[in-house]
């Protein structure tokens, strides 16, 4: 069985001297039993011809955002979602801008927009253009948007000057794209279970306890496990977030609802425990809705401890179970306490105290306390990227 059998792959070429390795890259690929087609950009005709890349390829070539042809047979869209991963190879510092900035003026970058799926860049300049600060600046901002980057090597280049800038060599990114693969098919056999968001404590049919949790962090931790080959359940609180595509999505409002739907979702490999659920409930929700008074006394009890019986539960406990601590004051701590008698095997702990991050915010700064009782302290990332690394851990530590 080739390594890439029924896989589809989506080349874009942009114009650079090395767009020639390409079509090494179309070879390999094709060797390799995958499918593939290609968007070739105004520029990189200059480089290579659509002709070689029609016949290495076997596919027709794209290269017009607004041709009636290209549009009638299969438009950006389509072109998108048809493909498995796409490669952008080699990608020019003029691409990395037009991407940084979220610009569609051409089909190459249209496509690349519109697109749910995994995106590798693949740099190629020259070693100036390459250290040049707007460079570094845009890179920065694509791999906060998710984009994967290979390369680029040190090395001579066409121009005769020497340093990094020099595009991957092919077989170094066809293996990298081969791992990629290999990676999703591994990860398939594990089931996640993620909570995200607050819980909803109703004090009467209009009014109720909650708190400022946005749900983003957990949504960004169920997305990476996705698209990393899991079989993933997102167990979420009220939240202003879209649904993620894939995912088996189960909307709560109360703890209680939220505890349900998670002992309905058990077993599992991993279970994230990210969500904000409040720590107690209304004893008495009243029926109808408490009209206006002086003041009001509540009754409060505490609500169910989801992440400590499911992690102390003999039968029902995930492999792993990783639980958050949001605290204002004495974090370490906290998360150390929680570690403990939670019986987890990490715990997750950030400051919500700093508005600019935690609750509400796309960034998000944590530490992570492991059950030999070591940590470590991540820098503040988007929580896209946040996600993507704890991901890598758990798939380290279940493998």
Known sequence: ???????????????????????????????????????????????????SVASLSQEKVYDDLFSHENEAEMDHISLSRWSDVILVAPATANTLSKLSAGSSEDLASTVILASNKEVFLVPAMNVRMWEHPST?????????????????????????????????????????????????????????????????EYIDPVRYISNRSSGKQGYEIAKSLKKNGFETTLVTGPTKLEPISGINQINVNTAEEMFNAVLDNLPADVAIFS?????????????????????????????IDILSHISNHNSLRPKMVV??????NNLNEYAKKKLSEKNCDWIIANDVSDTTIGFGSDFNEV?????????????????????????????????
């Open 1 to 51: 069985m080739n390594n890439f059998e029924n896989k589809k792959i989506l080349l874009i070429i942009c114009g650079g001297i090395s767009a020639y390795k390409s079509l090494e890259i179309i070879r390999m690929l094709k060797k390799q039993g995958a499918k593939i087609k290609t968007i070739l950009t105004k520029s990189a005709k200059e480089f290579i011809t659509p002709l």
């Open 275 to 303: 969500a904000a659920v409040s720590d107690f409930k209304i004893k008495n929700k009243e029926k109808f809705k408490i009209k206006k008074k002086e003041s009001m006394n509540l009754n409060l009890e505490k609500n």
């Open 323 to 328: 639980g958050f601590a949001a605290e204002t």
């Open 136 to 200: 570094k600046e845009n890179l920065k901002k694509l791999k906060n948007f998710g984009y994967q980057i290979i390369g680029p090597d040190v090395g001579d280049m066409a121009c005769g000057e020497y340093g990094q800038g020099k595009m991957t060599e092919p077989k170094e990114i066809v293996d990298i794209i081969k791992q990629y693969f290999f990676n999703l098919k591994k990860n398939n056999k594990f089931k996640a279970l993620v909570t995200a968001g607050p819980t909803h």
């Open 367 to 399: 530490s992570i306390f492991y059950k030999n009782m070591k940590y470590e302290k991540l820098p503040k990332m988007k929580k896209s990227l946040l996600a993507e690394s704890i991901v890598k851990k758990i798939i380290s530590e279940l493998n």
